[in-house]
């Protein structure tokens, strides 16, 4: 099935430095992905949408100068906290569909941020 | 009214019993309906996928769709502590792939042994 690799699957980041976090899709081209955030005990909350060879859309409420989304190829999309804050320590999760939309979203496994 | 809702639980059972998670939902252009499994500390790894009303099995595990209710349900026969876990319901609208799932909070179970 299709598989989505995301990396690191934690981090731990100084106050005011950036951290980037990678999701590759390994068997299908994702035209498409998304870009979660899930607190303890809570669902996810989607952050933005991100297409290949476009801009992201993010959603309300997401600084889209503090969370840099590129999409460069159908494999690859990228994350980027930038100047990280401890309010940013969270679960990141992404999630892409294969270019056919005939499967489920495929998950990555998560990233867990803490900024101290 | 929330777009989907879910019971958060937590929902505690006997091993070998019968559990039914459950969804509603309110917007009727929902066709794609799945079930998604989260351990502590991972990301959600996709159960069930079923488009439009009906059922689907896969070994222990029942997916059901009432279009006409707007209801969803998952059913997991003889449960395994190895089944403990968050499970989400998800749906999406027809599109090209660009649409984000709408998901329910996600229902704690735990199967005690």
């Known amino acids: 099935g299709a598989v989505v690799s995301q990396h690191p699957s934690r981090v731990i980041c100084k106050s005011g430095t950036s951290v980037k976090i990678e999701c590759r899709s390994l068997?299908?081209?994702?035209?498409?992905m998304f870009w979660y955030r899930q607190f303890p005990k809570k669902s996810l909350m989607l952050m933005a949408t991100?297409?290949?060879?476009?801009?992201?859309?993010?959603e309300q409420g997401v600084e889209k100068d503090k969370f840099l989304i590129n999409h460069a190829s159908l494999t690859l999309s990228t994350l980027t906290v930038t100047s990280a804050h401890p309010e940013d320590s969270s679960f990141y999760i992404c999630?892409?569909?294969?270019?056919?939309?005939?499967?489920?979203?495929?998950f990555g496994s998560g990233t867990r941020l803490t900024v101290v | 009214q929330k777009e989907v809702e879910q019971d958060p639980g937590p929902l505690s059972v006997p091993e070998g019993a019968i559990v039914s998670l459950n969804c509603t939902y309110s917007?009727?252009?929902?066709?794609?309906f799945m079930w998604y499994r989260q351990y502590s500390r991972k990301g959600p790894e996709l159960l069930m996928y079923?488009?439009?009303?009906g059922n689907k099995e896969d070994g222990r595990f029942t997916a059901q769709v009432d279009k006409s209710s707007k209801y969803i349900s998952l059913f997991i026969r003889d449960s395994q502590p190895s089944d403990s876990a968050t499970y989400l319901c998800?749906?999406?609208?027809?599109?090209?792939?660009?649409?984000?799932?709408?998901f329910g909070k996600g229902t704690r179970l735990s199967v005690i042994a």
């Open positions: 079923t488009y439009s009303s």
């Open positions: 068997d299908f081209q994702a035209t498409t």
């Open positions: 999630s892409a569909r294969d270019r056919q939309g005939e499967s489920g979203y495929t």
């Open positions: 991100s297409n290949e060879g476009s801009k992201a859309t993010y």
């Open positions: 917007n009727s252009a929902f066709q794609y």
């Open positions: 998800a749906m999406s609208r027809p599109d090209s792939g660009n649409t984000p799932l709408v």
